[in-house]
């Protein structure tokens, strides 16, 4: 039987899901390529219309955030029926992901990246006009640099996509923090 209940999940587990190091498009993270993006352009802020697949500003959107963004997009009726509820019950589905690009600090596995802090929040307004939000902060960097944004090697590339896939999996089974810190100092030491 299809519950409203599931939905408080359903909005941890896409935001969750959507900032994880799943989320790898070519040569970096989805969060990398909007905080380049987002230093660039000086845009902090995304907003994501997740049922209507609409995100602004323009601005932030490379081809690379906006394909991830549809992918996942496209995921989320699977992930709300998967969770027994029904995309019946959503009324509308938004993600916001805000970075504060006045704040930076050297990343600790790698002086070389600065990392900003980043939140993201999800709110699932339900046919009875409930709201089920949860909020993700962090700090994250860019793994590539400006002038460098394609791996000179594609079989380096493809072991670094490899790596990535292979310590997705396992992290997602431990779930541990401090693992996927670990995930992502082994993939920037192997992306060198």
Wanted: hydrophobic residues 35%.
């Amino acid at each position: 039987m299809t519950s409203h209940k599931p939905l408080k999940s359903v909005s941890h587990n896409f935001g969750h899901s959507f900032i994880s190091l799943m989320n790898y498009i070519d040569d970096d993270y989805f969060l990398g390529h909007l905080l380049k993006q987002a230093r660039k352009t000086k845009c902090n802020k995304l907003t994501v219309d997740i049922l209507k697949n609409i995100a602004e500003p323009t601005e932030l959107l490379t081809d690379q955030i906006k394909s991830s963004i549809e992918h996942w997009n496209k995921w989320f009726p699977t992930l709300v029926e998967g969770s027994g509820s029904t995309m019946d019950f959503v009324s509308s589905a938004t993600m916001t992901i805000e970075f504060d690009l006045q704040q930076t600090r050297p990343y600790s596995g790698n002086n070389d990246y600065l990392e900003s802090p980043f939140m993201c929040e999800i709110v699932i307004v339900d046919d009875r006009k409930k709201k089920y939000k949860h909020k993700h902060e962090g700090w994250w960097f860019p793994e590539t640099k400006y002038e460098k944004l394609v791996l000179t090697a594609p079989t380096r590339n493809w072991r670094v996509q490899c790596l990535n896939e292979a310590l997705c999996f396992v992290s997602s089974f431990v779930g541990a923090d401090s693992l996927v810190l670990r995930n992502r100092q082994l993939l920037v030491a192997a992306n060198r």
